[in-house]
Protein backbone atom coordinates (compact mmCIF):
# COMPACT_ATOMS: atom_id res chain seq x y z
CA UNK A 1 0.00 0.00 0.00
CA UNK A 2 0.96 3.69 -0.97
CA UNK A 3 2.01 5.17 2.25
CA UNK A 4 1.90 8.76 3.85
CA UNK A 5 2.62 10.98 0.60
CA UNK A 6 3.88 14.79 1.33
CA UNK A 7 4.59 17.23 -1.35
CA UNK A 8 5.84 20.98 -1.21
CA UNK A 9 3.74 22.83 -3.58
CA UNK A 10 4.12 26.64 -3.62
CA UNK A 11 3.38 27.85 0.30
CA UNK A 12 1.61 24.47 0.77
CA UNK A 13 2.32 20.95 2.23
CA UNK A 14 0.04 18.38 0.46
CA UNK A 15 -0.51 15.08 1.66
CA UNK A 16 -1.66 12.42 -0.64
CA UNK A 17 -3.58 9.36 0.52
CA UNK A 18 -5.28 6.06 -1.09
CA UNK A 19 -8.16 6.05 -2.65
CA UNK A 20 -7.00 9.92 -4.35
CA UNK A 21 -7.27 11.80 -1.20
CA UNK A 22 -5.25 15.03 -0.21
CA UNK A 23 -5.23 17.35 2.70
CA UNK A 24 -3.31 20.91 1.87
CA UNK A 25 -2.28 22.97 4.80
CA UNK A 26 -0.45 26.10 4.03
CA UNK A 27 3.14 26.26 5.55
CA UNK A 28 2.67 29.27 7.50
CA UNK A 29 0.04 27.61 9.77
CA UNK A 30 -3.10 29.10 11.34
CA UNK A 31 -4.30 28.76 7.60
CA UNK A 32 -7.39 26.37 6.61
CA UNK A 33 -7.09 23.22 5.46
CA UNK A 34 -8.47 21.76 2.22
CA UNK A 35 -9.48 18.32 1.63
CA UNK A 36 -9.23 16.69 -2.22
CA UNK A 37 -10.72 13.70 -3.57
CA UNK A 38 -9.65 12.98 -6.65
CA UNK A 39 -9.85 10.15 -9.01
CA UNK A 40 -8.32 8.74 -12.90
CA UNK A 41 -10.80 8.61 -15.00
CA UNK A 42 -11.05 7.81 -19.09
CA UNK A 43 -9.20 5.27 -21.81
CA UNK A 44 -5.71 4.02 -21.26
CA UNK A 45 -4.18 6.03 -23.49
CA UNK A 46 -6.13 9.14 -22.33
CA UNK A 47 -6.00 9.21 -18.52
CA UNK A 48 -7.09 12.45 -17.09
CA UNK A 49 -7.39 12.96 -12.73
CA UNK A 50 -10.62 14.02 -12.28
CA UNK A 51 -11.62 16.06 -8.62
CA UNK A 52 -14.81 14.48 -7.29
CA UNK A 53 -15.53 17.08 -3.99
CA UNK A 54 -13.83 19.64 -1.75
CA UNK A 55 -14.01 19.40 1.78
CA UNK A 56 -12.96 22.96 3.73
CA UNK A 57 -12.52 23.83 7.10
CA UNK A 58 -11.58 27.50 8.09
CA UNK A 59 -8.45 28.03 9.75
CA UNK A 60 -7.46 29.89 13.29
CA UNK A 61 -6.66 32.90 11.65
CA UNK A 62 -8.75 32.74 8.49
CA UNK A 63 -12.24 32.94 7.84
CA UNK A 64 -13.34 30.53 4.54
CA UNK A 65 -13.62 33.19 1.46
CA UNK A 66 -13.08 32.95 -2.16
CA UNK A 67 -9.80 34.40 -1.78
CA UNK A 68 -8.81 30.61 -0.23
CA UNK A 69 -9.81 28.72 -3.02
CA UNK A 70 -8.07 31.24 -5.66
CA UNK A 71 -5.01 30.79 -3.85
CA UNK A 72 -5.21 26.63 -3.50
CA UNK A 73 -2.38 25.29 -6.29
CA UNK A 74 -4.93 23.36 -8.30
CA UNK A 75 -2.82 23.03 -11.85
CA UNK A 76 0.59 22.43 -9.97
CA UNK A 77 -1.20 19.36 -7.87
CA UNK A 78 -2.39 18.31 -10.93
CA UNK A 79 0.57 18.47 -12.64
CA UNK A 80 2.46 16.99 -10.51
CA UNK A 81 0.13 14.26 -9.97
CA UNK A 82 -0.35 13.26 -13.46
CA UNK A 83 3.38 13.17 -13.76
CA UNK A 84 3.89 10.63 -11.33
CA UNK A 85 0.79 8.54 -11.66
CA UNK A 86 -0.06 8.67 -15.48
CA UNK A 87 2.99 9.01 -17.08
CA UNK A 88 6.04 7.75 -14.66
CA UNK A 89 4.40 4.40 -14.46
CA UNK A 90 4.50 4.02 -18.26
CA UNK A 91 7.81 5.67 -19.12
CA UNK A 92 10.05 5.57 -16.64
CA UNK A 93 13.92 5.86 -16.61
CA UNK A 94 14.62 2.47 -14.86
CA UNK A 95 12.49 -1.11 -14.55
CA UNK A 96 12.93 -0.72 -10.42
CA UNK A 97 11.59 3.08 -10.92
CA UNK A 98 8.49 1.98 -13.18
CA UNK A 99 7.59 -0.63 -10.67
CA UNK A 100 7.68 1.60 -7.46
CA UNK A 101 5.63 3.96 -10.00
CA UNK A 102 2.99 1.40 -10.37
CA UNK A 103 3.00 0.29 -6.46
CA UNK A 104 2.04 4.11 -5.92
CA UNK A 105 -0.93 4.30 -8.50
CA UNK A 106 -2.08 1.11 -7.97
CA UNK A 107 -2.72 2.40 -4.03
CA UNK A 108 -3.75 5.58 -5.13
CA UNK A 109 -6.69 4.30 -7.23
CA UNK A 110 -7.19 1.17 -4.28
CA UNK A 111 -10.17 1.44 -1.78
CA UNK A 112 -10.08 2.42 1.98
CA UNK A 113 -11.67 2.84 4.85
CA UNK A 114 -13.55 6.01 3.26
CA UNK A 115 -14.31 4.24 0.07
CA UNK A 116 -17.43 2.94 1.53
CA UNK A 117 -19.15 6.08 2.28
CA UNK A 118 -21.27 7.65 -0.07
CA UNK A 119 -21.50 11.23 0.77
CA UNK A 120 -18.34 13.24 0.81
CA UNK A 121 -16.92 12.13 4.53
CA UNK A 122 -17.17 15.03 7.17
CA UNK A 123 -14.28 16.67 8.55
CA UNK A 124 -13.52 14.95 11.24
CA UNK A 125 -13.78 11.25 9.08
CA UNK A 126 -10.95 13.20 7.00
CA UNK A 127 -8.96 14.25 9.88
CA UNK A 128 -9.18 10.18 11.63
CA UNK A 129 -8.30 8.93 8.21
CA UNK A 130 -5.07 10.90 7.60
CA UNK A 131 -4.03 11.12 11.32
CA UNK A 132 -4.31 7.13 10.79
CA UNK A 133 -2.66 6.32 8.26
CA UNK A 134 0.11 9.11 9.16
CA UNK A 135 2.92 6.78 10.23
CA UNK A 136 2.55 3.78 7.09
CA UNK A 137 5.73 3.40 5.35
CA UNK A 138 6.23 5.74 2.32
CA UNK A 139 6.59 3.57 -0.59
CA UNK A 140 6.85 5.98 -3.45
CA UNK A 141 6.75 9.24 -4.04
CA UNK A 142 9.41 11.50 -2.20
CA UNK A 143 11.10 13.00 -4.95
CA UNK A 144 13.71 10.26 -6.22
CA UNK A 145 16.94 11.23 -5.93
CA UNK A 146 18.66 11.82 -9.15
CA UNK A 147 21.53 9.93 -7.98
CA UNK A 148 19.42 6.42 -8.34
CA UNK A 149 18.91 7.05 -11.44
CA UNK A 150 22.27 5.41 -13.49
CA UNK A 151 22.30 3.58 -16.17
CA UNK A 152 24.77 0.92 -17.84
CA UNK A 153 22.65 1.22 -21.18
CA UNK A 154 20.49 -1.39 -20.56
CA UNK A 155 16.93 -1.72 -21.59
CA UNK A 156 17.38 1.00 -24.56
CA UNK A 157 18.57 3.57 -22.23
CA UNK A 158 21.33 6.02 -22.37
CA UNK A 159 24.90 5.13 -19.90
CA UNK A 160 25.50 7.33 -17.56
CA UNK A 161 23.93 9.05 -14.26
CA UNK A 162 21.63 12.25 -14.51
CA UNK A 163 22.69 15.02 -12.51
CA UNK A 164 21.35 16.32 -9.17
CA UNK A 165 18.81 18.65 -9.59
CA UNK A 166 18.25 20.59 -6.68
CA UNK A 167 16.44 24.13 -7.15
CA UNK A 168 17.86 27.34 -6.98
CA UNK A 169 16.85 29.59 -4.09
CA UNK A 170 18.19 32.40 -5.58
CA UNK A 171 19.61 33.39 -8.84
CA UNK A 172 19.81 30.91 -11.81
CA UNK A 173 23.26 29.95 -12.54
CA UNK A 174 25.04 29.06 -16.00
CA UNK A 175 26.33 25.96 -13.87
CA UNK A 176 22.98 24.96 -12.67
CA UNK A 177 21.41 25.04 -15.96
CA UNK A 178 24.05 23.12 -17.44
CA UNK A 179 22.56 20.22 -15.08
CA UNK A 180 19.29 20.45 -16.51
CA UNK A 181 20.21 20.40 -19.74
CA UNK A 182 22.31 17.63 -18.91
CA UNK A 183 19.16 15.78 -17.71
CA UNK A 184 17.34 17.41 -20.42
CA UNK A 185 19.59 15.80 -22.76
CA UNK A 186 19.41 12.17 -21.22
CA UNK A 187 15.54 11.80 -20.43
CA UNK A 188 15.29 12.72 -24.42
CA UNK A 189 17.24 10.34 -25.40
CA UNK A 190 15.21 7.69 -23.09
CA UNK A 191 12.51 8.46 -25.13
CA UNK A 192 10.83 10.39 -21.60
CA UNK A 193 9.22 13.56 -21.87
CA UNK A 194 12.17 15.88 -20.22
CA UNK A 195 10.39 18.56 -18.42
CA UNK A 196 8.02 15.86 -16.35
CA UNK A 197 10.93 13.86 -15.29
CA UNK A 198 13.17 16.75 -14.36
CA UNK A 199 10.15 17.93 -12.06
CA UNK A 200 10.58 14.18 -10.41
CA UNK A 201 13.39 14.23 -9.94
CA UNK A 202 13.84 17.56 -8.68
CA UNK A 203 10.28 18.20 -6.69
CA UNK A 204 9.56 21.47 -8.67
CA UNK A 205 6.73 21.99 -10.60
CA UNK A 206 6.42 21.10 -14.10
CA UNK A 207 5.97 24.68 -15.49
CA UNK A 208 9.30 25.64 -13.39
CA UNK A 209 10.81 23.20 -15.02
CA UNK A 210 9.73 24.76 -18.74
CA UNK A 211 11.54 27.86 -17.42
CA UNK A 212 14.50 26.51 -16.32
CA UNK A 213 14.34 24.47 -19.91
CA UNK A 214 13.70 28.33 -21.72
CA UNK A 215 16.33 29.94 -19.63
CA UNK A 216 18.96 27.41 -20.95
CA UNK A 217 18.33 28.00 -24.44
CA UNK A 218 17.90 31.60 -23.68
CA UNK A 219 21.38 31.23 -22.65
CA UNK A 220 23.00 28.72 -25.37
CA UNK A 221 23.42 25.94 -23.36
CA UNK A 222 20.23 23.85 -25.14
CA UNK A 223 19.46 24.60 -28.67
CA UNK A 224 16.48 26.44 -30.40
CA UNK A 225 13.68 24.35 -29.74
CA UNK A 226 12.84 21.97 -32.71
CA UNK A 227 8.97 21.66 -34.29
CA UNK A 228 8.02 18.00 -32.64
CA UNK A 229 10.66 18.04 -30.17
CA UNK A 230 9.63 16.92 -26.26
CA UNK A 231 10.26 19.48 -24.23
Known amino acids: MLGAMALGIDQWNVEVRPWGWLRLREQSGGGPSVFLH ?37 SQIEETLTSLLVQLPFNAPTESTALRAMQARESFMEGSD ?72 WFTEAKRPPAPAISEISGAPVRTVHRWIYEARKRGILPPARTGRAG
Do not use: C
Request: hydrophobic content about 35%; charged content about 25%.
Open 38 to 74: YQLAGPSSQERLELQSVVMRSGRDEALSGRIWRRIPL
Open 114 to 185: LSDIEAPPTLDELDRYFDATEDIATVFFNPIPSSSLVSDGGEGLPTGKVPQITPPEGRITDDFLGDVAEAYR
